[in-house]
């Protein structure tokens, strides 16, 4: 079958009217009903990635999970299923435009950010008392439809999860949120995350609404996750004249760092941001799209904004579950050490093992697997599969042993560990980990690693990996807990390198 669908032709009974986009990870065509006369959005998976059983779970539980919350500031999933061997899902078509693209052209009104607001806060609302957290509310994830009425629809529960299931989710290493909106709890991959998770991205997505600025616009990953949790809650009024300074209060609680200082639900939030807009003009017109002939591309429900010549959203995880009620916050673990917990990988190039203050290190093969055969030098003389385990053990004890005398010396051999696309993730991302690592008090070391071969051979091989980590607080008693961590090596160049990296802060 060709990459994309050609116009005229019919899939799944869906008749093709064009292509609205297309990235790595599928195509979203403007199509018309088998049953009705009306057009849909249809989102096929991409075969590319279709081989993936997570993917496919993934793209399936997205269209569960949207089709239980029947909403009207919803995009509504009409069906779902298998042809030519692709998945695919049809959805509600919204012709207009999504509100990441009006803001490139600068802030909104704040009557217009107000009201597009509460009937954002109304489906996420409504979300949350079924049981689903959204976890990735953001301007291009919140469509407004041409016509008299401006109707505005939330999309993509693409990573939407139940709040119960918020552990798995950390112990697979699901997290996608946008780290511009994300709260403070996403970064430190919290089991425990609640509604207020999506106030607090609301609420910069309300502040990006009404300044045209991102609340923290780090120039880094590093910055940017600072920003969320270190940085000063920004003022509106000091950004954009136009805004009331009864906004900076609004805006101060949806941003608290402790959960516990937030509003309690998106719907009090669009109430007291609306009682912020006393004094402004109560006879202001509504929001007017721009002239046909400005319109930006037409997006589809759960496209995010994307052209025919840039990726798609990802297709992610959706899980529907029940929401607790927020309780009290418990006992703070340090943020820092959660990112530590969740970094695990890089081996020193060579495969000979070196662990900083891990003391001698241990490694336990995985069940089934023969000793390993070394030189006198502690090398194997196996290059494949027994040099393949030594290495992702040597791999994991490095990543869970952070330096924190040398941070730089320690990324140097993270990366140097590395091959394709890990490696670039790495070199991505290691800064602002080490930010957050260097602030931390509480001190991280891996003491022991089981590595088992899950499949793969000769030059690759893929590998569960179990790292025994301890973590040390000056005046506290050690604490002891464990990784597991996915991972992929290649055999390049005499070297085995690690070439995908699954943990908690490195989803798959």
Aim: charged share 20%.
């Amino acid at each position: 079958m060709a990459r994309t669908l050609a116009q005229g032709q019919t899939f799944a009974g869906y008749l093709i009217e064009r292509l609205l986009g297309v990235g790595g990870m599928g195509e979203v065509y403007l199509a018309r009903d088998r049953d009705l006369p009306r057009l849909v959005a249809l989102k096929l998976l991409s075969p590319a990635v279709a081989d993936d059983s997570e993917v496919r779970a993934r793209f399936l539980r997205e269209a569960d999970t949207a089709a239980r919350l029947a909403h009207p500031n919803i995009v509504a999933v009409y069906a779902r299923g298998r042809t030519d061997d692709r998945l695919w899902m049809a959805m509600q078509y919204i012709e207009g435009t999504d509100v990441a693209a009006v803001l490139r052209d600068g802030p909104l009104r704040p009557d217009h950010a107000v009201r597009i607001l509460g009937e954002t806060a109304r489906a996420l609302d409504h979300a949350h008392q079924a049981g689903v957290l959204h976890r990735d509310v953001k301007p291009a994830n919140i469509l407004l439809a041409w016509g008299p009425e401006q109707r505005v629809f939330l999309a993509d529960f693409g990573i939407a999860k139940a709040l119960d299931q918020t552990s798995a989710l950390t112990r697979t290493g699901q997290m996608y949120a946008s780290f511009q909106y994300a709260s403070p709890e996403q970064f430190e991959l919290r089991t425990d995350m609640d509604q207020r998770s999506d106030v607090y991205a609301l609420g910069c997505t309300l502040y990006h609404m009404l300044t045209g600025e991102l609340p923290y616009p780090g120039g880094s990953t590093a910055q940017l996750v600072n920003g969320h949790l270190n940085g000063r809650i920004p003022q509106p009024s000091e950004r954009n004249p136009a805004v009331s300074p009864e906004f900076d209060a609004v805006i101060a609680r949806a941003l608290a760092k402790d959960r516990e200082h937030r509003y309690g639900s998106c719907g009090e939030f669009a109430t007291a941001a609306a009682q912020a807009l006393t004094g402004t003009d109560p006879g202001a017109a509504p929001w007017t799209p721009p002239e046909q002939g400005t319109r930006p591309q037409v997006y589809p429900a759960g496209f995010s904004g994307t052209t025919q010549t840039s990726a798609p959203t990802q297709l992610r995880d959706a899980t529907p579950d029940h929401v607790p009620a927020p309780t009290h916050r418990p006992r703070r673990r340090g943020r820092k050490r959660l990112i530590a917990a969740a970094v695990v990988a890089a081996i020193i190039v060579g495969g000979a093992g070196a662990g900083f203050g891990s003391g001698a290190l241990k490694f336990t093969i995985g069940a089934g697997s023969p000793p390993l055969a070394s030189t006198p030098g502690g090398v194997p003389t196996d290059a494949s599969r027994d040099g393949a385990v030594k290495a992702a053990c040597d791999y994991g004890i490095l990543m869970t042993t952070y330096d924190y005398g040398d941070g730089d010396g320690w990324q140097a051999k993270v990366v140097n560990g590395a091959t394709g696309t890990w490696k670039t993730q790495a070199q991505q991302l290691l800064p602002a980990i080490r930010l957050l690592l260097d602030a931390d008090s509480e001190h991280t070391r891996g003491t022991d690693a089981k590595c088992t071969i899950t499949s793969g051979n000769t030059t690759h091989y893929e590998l569960a990996v179990d790292v025994t980590q301890v973590n040390s607080t000056k005046g506290r008693a050690d604490t002891t807990d464990h990784q597991n961590v996915t991972m992929s090596m290649d055999y390049v160049d005499g070297q085995w390198l690690c070439s995908k990296w699954v943990s908690p802060l490195f989803p798959a």
